[in-house]
């Protein structure tokens, strides 16, 4: 069954500096995958999504992942980071008509 | 806002007390989703509907909860005999095809039961 895993509960980096969060995904074929971000108490909002095009998958804010079969990888990045980037991140896949997701990754910003 | 919209944002209830929350999907989206999502994990699938159709539901969704989609447009989740382990939020998510290239959250309606 297609399913995420999400490497690290929490990830800090100072303003700046190179953001990369985690995810492998487990699948027999290649998935639909997905990055969504949570900011506090509200709901999820859509960041990119990778669906058998391009390897490369731009989004918005400036985030982009990178889909890597030969890794299972689909990992979150972003050149700098900004305050404004703290928030709870969450890899997912569709799987049987619906989106599984991973348990999250909240990333901090340091000053 | 064409967004999906859940009502209301925030319940409290005392335990044993039934609620229901409401569900607006975006207007031409066929697919729903109901998600519970507790403190510092991610969101886990309950049901969906394809239309008025309910398709599936998890094991998660105990006997105490129900779902419907009447006419295929607004969907409620009633949850009955509240219970202080039903604390969570719940999201709710639409999308236009079977085949789920993206979901469009709601804001989430934040349930404490007390």
């Known amino acids: 069954a297609q399913s995420v895993t999400q490497l690290g509960s929490h990830v800090s980096v100072s303003e700046g500096a190179l953001v990369l969060l985690r995810c492998n995904y487990s699948s027999s074929v290649p998935p639909y995958l997905f990055w969504y971000v949570q900011y506090p108490n509200q709901g999820l909002q859509l960041l990119l999504k990778?669906?058998?095009?391009?390897?490369l998958v731009k989004g918005i804010n400036g985030f982009e992942a990178e889909f890597k079969k030969s890794e299972t990888s689909f990992h979150l990045t972003k050149p700098s980071a900004h305050m404004s980037d703290a928030a709870e991140y969450f890899c997912?896949?569709?799987?049987?008509?619906?989106?599984?997701f991973g348990k999250g990754t909240r990333l901090h910003i340091l000053p | 806002d064409t967004g999906v919209s859940q009502d209301p944002r925030h319940k409290i209830t005392k335990r044993g007390q039934n609620v229901t929350f409401r569900c607006d999907p975006i207007s031409e989206h066929n697919r729903l989703y109901w998600y519970r999502q507790t403190l510092g994990q991610g969101p886990e699938f309950l049901t969906y509907?394809?239309?008025?159709?309910?398709?599936?539901k998890s094991r998660l969704l105990s006997d105490r909860f129900s779902a419907e989609r009447p006419k295929g447009s607004f969907s409620t989740l009633e949850i009955q005999r509240t219970e202080q382990g039903d604390s969570a939020m719940y999201l709710c998510?639409?999308?236009?095809?079977?085949?789920?290239?993206?979901?469009?959250f709601g804001q989430g309606t934040r349930l404490t039961v007390v």
């Open positions: 990778y669906t058998s095009a391009a390897t």
């Open positions: 509907f394809q239309n008025e159709a309910q398709l599936e």
């Open positions: 997912a896949v569709s799987r049987d008509d619906k989106i599984i």
């Open positions: 998510a639409s999308s236009l095809r079977a085949e789920v290239t993206e979901a469009f």
